[in-house]
């Protein structure tokens, strides 16, 4: 099983629509989550910390679910401009930077 | 947008040359990555460093080495590039190593003949 895993997509949705993803991890003992996008040849621009209690940013929502392992983000009224790769990120409790886990993204396409 | 610079953008070599790819940081913080991503395979880490000459190696560190000299630069060399080294380079930086997000740079597109 990987480490971290997220469906690949693509998510083909029409504007407006509201859309969910989720990224499962394996090691229990991680320590901290995010939300990235990255456009077609960019880099990855963070998105969103996710917080234990879950955190909301406009029409972005990041929620955390530590007994079943895997963490979420909602996008509502989805825009043209929403089109991107997702990636999660799971940080582990090592002290080593090997234990940041990116999952391979979930790709997002919004059509008009 | 945390001031990360990467140089070059863009670079095309050839087989058995060596080549040093900069990443260049003005928010002072103490840990710098550098990751490749592949079709396929997703962000991967190459090294990383926790402090001026300290530096660790990630999960394809073969073929390249890094150096930190100053808080505010990390090299990456390929010794000797192979075409299988053809990738997308991107440098990164967090202030600490939990609960802190990575920033990165624009990325370095590298291309191996």
């Known amino acids: 099983r990987k480490e971290v895993e997220q469906d690949p997509g693509p998510f083909n949705v029409p504007e407006g629509a509201t859309v969910a993803f989720n990224c499962t991890y394996s090691?229990?003992?991680?320590?901290?989550f995010f939300w990235y996008r990255q456009d077609c040849r960019k880099e990855p621009k963070l998105l969103m910390s996710?917080?234990?209690s879950g955190n909301e940013d406009g029409r972005f929502t990041a929620q955390l679910n530590r007994a079943s392992q895997y963490i979420s983000l909602l996008i509502r009224d989805s825009k043209l401009s929403d089109s991107a790769t997702y990636l999660c990120?799971?940080?582990?409790?090592?002290?080593?930077?090997?234990?940041?886990?990116f999952g391979s993204g979930t790709r997002l396409s919004i059509r008009p | 947008d945390a001031g990360i610079t990467q140089s070059p953008r863009h670079k095309v070599t050839e087989t058995g040359t060596p080549v040093t790819l900069r990443c260049h940081q003005t928010?002072?913080?103490?840990?710098m990555y550098w990751y490749r991503q592949d079709p396929g395979h997703g962000l991967r880490l190459i090294h990383y460093?926790?402090?001026?000459?300290?530096?660790d190696k990630g999960e394809v560190s073969d073929g390249y080495s890094v150096s930190r000299s100053k808080t505010e630069d990390f090299l990456l060399t390929l010794e000797s590039a192979t075409s299988s080294q053809t990738s997308v380079y991107f440098c990164?930086?967090?202030?600490?190593?939990?609960?802190?997000?990575?920033?990165f740079g624009n990325g370095t597109r590298l291309t191996v003949t």
């Open positions: 990164a930086i967090s202030a600490e190593r939990y609960n802190s997000p990575l920033h």
């Open positions: 090691n229990s003992a991680s320590q901290s």
């Open positions: 996710v917080y234990s």
């Open positions: 990120v799971v940080n582990g409790e090592d002290s080593s930077a090997s234990k940041i886990i």
């Open positions: 928010e002072n913080h103490r840990y």
């Open positions: 460093s926790y402090g001026v000459k300290d530096t």
